[in-house]
């Protein structure tokens, strides 16, 4: 009763109860003897929640009104150090924000490390455990991809308007979606936000489009070796990319105003998408 009512909370703004599907018919490939039971946790000082020990990966539907629909779709892969997912602030709330958007909004609740035992004292032990986990989450956001893509008619978006994005490690795994070559998971476009960086970038043919944002005084996660580096790739490869980089706002920003001068790349982005034809109407 804990961990529903603070998934409650964190659907609080919601009217209506968003639709939860599991990813795989079955265990996850891959993971299949993760037995571990999920947690579910706010932090001493803050309201966001944070989920642990996934070994179930799901899809939380959030559809616009559907006076407000447009046909475009994006799925969202909240960060969280491949150890949690900050599901409400980098995952639910930027479903809201899509919505009022007219935009359909899939967040990705994918598989991370164990964390907390004796193993994972072990740096060496922590560092493949971390490898594994940026491994299944990039494979859970491809399985998305193509589960939206599929049941596009009955979520009234078009196939061909169904992007990705992500924050920090979400940011890392929606980047490696966007290098998949496969067209079956290809996104239309693609929003590493803050995002962690693979050590091998080679864009793939034709590279989707892309829009990032990242805050200057990011200690964790330097743009200068992450999103100006995604950037250079993309524009060489002669894909379209923006790139807003600024002054202050740190890492970890989400949706939330901090009084800094990221609190306006929600208004960018907004931009870039009435620019690229995401928030007029499909044509049916």
Known sequence: MKYLALFLFAMSSFAASPQVIPLYQG???????????ETMTFGPNDTILRIGNVTKPTLTVF????????????????????RILAFNHEGTEVAEWLN??????????????????????????????RKEAQAMGIADAVAAMKLVKARAAEWGVAPERIGIMGFSAGGYTTVG?????????????????????????KAPPDP?????????????????????????????????????????????????????????????????????????????
């Open 63 to 82: 559809l616009p009104d559907k006076g407000k629909a447009n046909g475009t779709g994006v799925v969202i892969c909240p960060g969280g150090g491949w």
């Open 100 to 129: 009022s958007l007219g935009v359909a909004a899939f967040v990705l609740k994918y598989r991370v490390a164990r964390p907390g035992d004796d193993g994972e004292k072990d740096k060496t032990v922590a560092a493949a455990r």
């Open 27 to 37: 265990p996850a490939p891959g993971s299949e003897k993760w037995d571990w039971p």
């Open 208 to 284: 989707p489009a892309l829009f990032m944002a990242h805050a200057d005084n990011d200690k964790g996660v330097p743009p200068a070796k992450t999103s100006v580096r995604l950037y250079t790739v993309w524009k060489e490869a002669g894909g379209a990319a923006e790139l807003h980089i600024y002054s202050a706002g740190g890492h970890g920003f989400g949706m939330r105003k901090k009084g800094l001068p990221v609190d306006g790349w929600t208004d960018r982005l907004k931009e870039w998408l009435e620019v690229q034809g995401l928030l007029a109407a499909a044509r049916r």
């Open 177 to 201: 979606v966007a290098l998949n070559p496969d067209a079956a998971s290809r996104p239309a476009f693609a929003a590493p936000i803050y995002p962690a960086m693979p050590d091998d970038l």
